[in-house]
């Protein structure tokens, strides 16, 4: 079983900066890609970004620009950088990864929200 756990969320106004970081565990794993999705109140869970164990990048047109993804694979840890947020990126941010513990499967991590008032 692979754990992610997200922190870094909060309160930001319109222009301002915050960086998600969200750190995966678990015993005998190999994680590939990782990546962040957020939902907003009454709509679906959208990708942000995503990132692979090589360092191939994959925004949402939304937020290129403005965000970058990172991670550091020794700490299996990914980030998520958002600069320049706006009102509209309020959302619970989501920390993704596909792991394996003997057999391949999707992770979610818990949540963190993420609140950008104008």
């Known amino acids: 079983q692979v754990q992610l756990v997200e922190s870094g969320g909060g309160l930001v106004q319109a222009g301002g900066s915050l960086r998600l970081s969200c750190a995966a565990s678990?015993?005998?794993?190999?994680?590939?890609?990782m990546g962040w999705y957020r939902q907003a109140p009454g709509k679906q869970r959208d990708l942000v970004a995503t990132i692979t164990r090589g360092g191939i990048r994959n925004y949402a047109d939304s937020v290129k620009g403005r965000f970058t993804i990172s991670r550091d694979n020794a700490k299996n840890t990914v980030y998520l950088q958002m600069n320049s947020l706006k009102p509209e990126d309020t959302a619970v941010y989501y920390c993704?990864?596909?792991?394996?513990?003997?057999?391949?499967?999707?992770?979610w991590g818990q949540g963190t929200q993420v609140t950008v008032s104008s």
């Open positions: 993704n990864a596909d792991g394996y513990t003997g057999s391949w499967n999707n992770y």
């Open positions: 678990g015993s005998m794993f190999s994680i590939t890609v």
